[in-house]
């Protein structure tokens, strides 16, 4: 099983910036890929950005060229800046991983995991 732990969230004027972070722990052989999404009131998950193992980002054309995701693999660890931030941006923020997890004795397994969600408030 992988825990996912997210930091950074908090409240914002528009046209700031915040910086979050998210650590993966537990029994990880790989992680091929992280993500972040958000929830706004009301509305449903959505894909914020994602970045595979590699490096390779893609984003939602909502935060395009104002938010950048980046990974340190030799933490674990998945980074989300968000700059020109937009009332529009507010919500809860979630970490996502997919995973590859090893244990004595178990074959490596896939597993998908959350975190528990950071809070984002911009305030117009």
């Known amino acids: 099983q992988v825990q996912l732990v997210e930091s950074g969230g908090g409240l914002e004027q528009a046209g700031g910036s915040l910086r979050l972070s998210c650590v993966a722990s537990?029994?990880?052989?790989?992680?091929?890929?992280m993500a972040w999404y958000r929830q706004a009131p009301g509305k449903q998950r959505e894909l914020v950005a994602r970045?595979?193992?590699?490096?390779?980002?893609n984003y939602a054309d909502s935060v395009k060229g104002r938010f950048t995701i980046s990974r340190d693999n030799a933490k674990n660890t998945v980074y989300l800046q968000m700059n020109s931030l937009k009332p529009e941006d507010t919500g809860v923020y979630y970490c996502?991983?997919?995973?590859?997890?090893?244990?004595?004795?178990?074959?490596?397994?896939?597993?998908?995991?959350w975190g528990q969600g950071t809070q984002v408030t911009v305030s117009s």
């Open positions: 537990g029994s990880i052989f790989s992680i091929p890929a």
């Open positions: 970045i595979t193992a590699s490096g390779l980002p």
């Open positions: 996502y991983a997919d995973s590859v997890t090893v244990r004595v004795g178990i074959p490596p397994t896939s597993s998908n995991s």
